[in-house]
């Protein structure tokens, strides 16, 4: 286990605790992910290569400037981290989880006496959750990201990239059906974690 999530929900059964953080679980199914990029290539497979535009085919010269872009993600806000934190209440009560700011999680994570793998994510954690504080305190300033679009979380605005699909849904018919997040895969992402976390 190496993604920065699962190796974050990892540290649960350890630290008795997960941060509060003001995410949407935006993640997508990997088998979704893949018969997108199938649909969107068998899609556009007509579509000349770069390498022979200008070189006898008959091509728009507008269609020369564009570089199609297929963003391929969930454009859901909900559910929310605190969501699966629930859930993973409700079905691991041994745990008595308690949800703590990031930083007193971080402190507890560095005073874990094993050598959790988390461990090595400490500096990447601190200044992502540094960063979010600071953002807050800055009464709305935007900082040096653009704004492109936000989403409501949980009473507070979640500032967030929002991404056009559009494009996509013309071309992916199983983009076009991307639910939220259920809480049944919720459930068995956080049983397949817990199943992981055994071998530390």
């Known amino acids: 286990?190496?993604?920065a999530w699962p190796l974050m929900l990892s540290t649960a059964p350890f630290l008795h605790a997960l941060p509060d953080i003001k995410q949407a679980l935006d993640w997508l199914p990997v088998d979704t992910a893949a018969k997108a990029v199938l649909e969107i290539a068998a899609a556009t497979?007509?579509?000349p290569p770069a390498s022979k535009i200008g070189m006898g085919t008959a091509v728009d010269a507008k269609e020369q400037d564009e570089c199609p872009v297929y963003h391929i993600l969930n454009p859901h806000s909900t559910p929310t981290w605190s969501d699966l934190c629930n859930i993973i209440a409700l079905r691991s009560p041994n745990l008595e989880l308690q949800v703590l700011s990031p930083i007193e999680w971080l402190k507890k994570l560095e005073e874990l006496e094993i050598e959790h793998?988390?461990?090595?994510?400490?500096?990447?954690?601190?200044?992502?959750?540094g960063s979010n504080e600071s953002a807050e305190e800055e009464s709305g300033s935007e900082g040096k990201y653009e704004r492109v679009g936000t989403r409501e979380a949980k009473g507070k605005e979640e500032k967030?990239?929002?991404f056009a699909m559009q494009k996509t849904h013309l071309v992916s018919r199983v983009m076009g059906s991307v639910g939220p997040l259920s809480e049944e895969e919720m459930a068995r992402m956080w049983e397949w974690v817990e199943a992981q976390s055994g071998s530390y």
């Open 117 to 129: 793998p988390a461990k090595k994510l400490v500096g990447l954690w601190r200044e992502a959750f």
């Open 160 to 162: 967030r990239m929002v």
């Open 1 to 3: 286990m190496a993604e």
């Open 45 to 47: 497979s007509s579509r």
